[in-house]
């Protein structure tokens, strides 16, 4: 039986002849020389890409749309932090953001996490025109569902007021909490936020009327609340020392 016979034709490094190597030496130093010098790549924040349509997300999550959601949730959340580059919020291509964060909401319409994101990442960006954006699209979202998303709407009144003071912008937000929210489990602080900016506003009539109407409607019945709307009610008309907010 004929023996198989095994041969290696790998030679040694030194059997290379020198100019081989000293060509290669010169290739590698100059790719290292070239990667070294080369500019860095470029943070663009019209990389992010739109949204896929409802229709295929829903293909793809198998079943668990919830899982998907927090899965796109937290890709969102890093796409400015890719490899070598950061991209600041403020030039994201925020159309294509809110695509994303609608996506999160279609898949788990109970989640948090998209409307957290525009109203505390997005929206607190120092870029007037983009915040407003982002509060607008949180406002929308809120009225599909108040007694579920009044929180992030109670921020968006926040935000309007403290980081835009657009005060027109604060009542508008929460006027929509007080006359949308009102599931038991929605906290009193959260409806009756415009009264806070009726007074800011230098409109302390109808931020008395306001009061008054809640505490004629029997809807409080905390008595440390009604001894807190009460003493706010006499500051305003004057009759008693103004209560800290």
């Known amino acids: 039986m004929a023996t198989a016979v095994f041969r290696n034709d790998e030679r040694p490094v030194s059997q290379v002849p020198k100019p ?15 990667h070294h010098r080369a500019p860095g790549p470029q943070a663009n924040g019209e990389a992010l890409p ?3 349509a409802a229709e295929w997300l829903n293909l793809v ?19 400015d932090n890719q490899p070598g580059i950061s991209i600041p919020f403020r030039e994201l291509d925020y159309g294509k953001v809110r695509g994303w964060l609608q996506a999160s909401l279609d898949l788990d319409p109970r989640g948090h996490h998209p409307l957290l994101a525009a109203t505390r990442l997005y929206g607190e960006i120092p870029d007037p025109e983009r915040q407003r954006y982002m509060l607008e699209f949180t406002y929308e979202k809120f009225l599909e569902a108040p007694n579920e998303r009044w929180q992030w709407m109670a921020h968006a009144a926040l935000v309007a007021r403290h980081r835009l003071d657009d005060l027109p912008l604060a009542l508008k937000y929460a006027e929509a909490l007080a006359a949308n929210a009102t599931g038991s489990q929605v906290p ?9 900016v009726l007074e ?6 109808a931020a008395e009327v306001l009061i008054g109407g809640l505490l004629e409607s029997g809807q409080i019945t905390d008595t440390h609340e009604l001894r807190f709307l009460t003493e706010r009610l006499d500051a305003l008309k004057g009759t008693g020392a103004p209560t800290g907010k």
């Open 188 to 196: 009193h602080w959260a409806t009756q936020m415009a009264i806070f």
């Open 20 to 34: 081989v190597v000293l060509l290669l030496v010169l290739a590698l130093v100059t790719q290292l020389a070239w």
């Open 50 to 52: 739109s949204a896929p």
């Open 61 to 79: 999550s198998l079943g668990d749309p919830v899982a998907l959601s927090k899965f796109l949730n937290l890709w969102l959340q890093v796409f």
């Open 200 to 205: 800011d506003m230098g409109e302390t009539e």
